[in-house]
């Protein structure tokens, strides 16, 4: 794809987000994060939504149990 086109699709998927992350965390004040790592991480994918500045690396600790680095 070129470069140009990136740039506009980048500007159209920035717009498509309907709530500012603080109104969505208002809204789920009351929530508490429970102990499950793929809860926990579909939580803040759906806060920050797709945002180049935010990675998640996932990667397992002493090759058994799952963890993401956010």
Same mark, same amino acid.
């Not at 109104?23 to 945002?51: H, S, W």
């Given at each position: 794809?070129? %470069?140009?086109?990136?740039?506009?699709?980048?500007?159209?998927?920035?717009?498509?987000?309907? #709530? @500012? &992350? +603080?109104? @969505?965390?208002?809204? +789920?004040?009351?929530?508490?994060? +429970? /102990?499950?790592?793929?809860?926990?991480?579909? %939580?803040? #994918?759906?806060? @920050? =939504?797709?945002?180049?500045? %935010?990675?998640?690396?996932? %990667?397992?600790?002493? =090759?058994?149990? &799952? /963890? /993401?680095?956010?």
């Amino acid at each position: 794809m070129v %470069f140009w086109m990136r740039s506009k699709n980048k500007k159209k998927r920035k717009s498509e987000t309907s #709530q @500012i &992350p +603080n109104q @969505i965390l208002e809204q +789920n004040q009351k929530e508490n994060l +429970n /102990a499950r790592l793929e809860d926990t991480v579909a %939580f803040i #994918q759906n806060l @920050i =939504g797709d945002n180049d500045d %935010f990675v998640i690396r996932r %990667f397992q600790i002493l =090759g058994r149990y &799952p /963890a /993401a680095l956010l």
